[in-house]
């Protein structure tokens, strides 16, 4: 595999394994504002060095999934946590209100 394709392919198991604990499509308010912000874009770099280190070791990919969304989730936070009035303020995330 490729370093393009092996970024593809982790990028996308990435997402899959994040929809398992956030529904995308739900009708609940929590769960759509979650889904908007983990689901906003980006390149999933930090969740490649989980998957990355993980294949260097042979380690299960499904053991790694929830490292890496654990990983996601937590940088996330970091993001939206930078955006409150108290810290950053900033309007946009990734381009997006």
Do not use: N, W
């Amino acid at each position: 595999m490729d370093i393009q394709e092996f970024i593809r392919h982790y990028q996308q198991r990435c997402d899959s394994a994040m929809a398992r604990y956030i529904t995308p499509d739900s009708e609940d308010l929590l769960q759509q504002a979650m889904s908007y912000a983990v689901f906003a874009g980006g390149k999933r770099l930090r969740p490649l060095l989980v998957y990355a280190a993980g294949t260097l070791h042979q380690v299960p990919e499904e053991l790694l999934d929830i490292i890496a969304v654990a990983v996601e989730f937590i940088h996330t936070y970091s993001l939206i946590h930078d955006d409150l009035p108290a810290m950053d303020d900033d309007e946009l995330r990734r381009g997006k209100p």
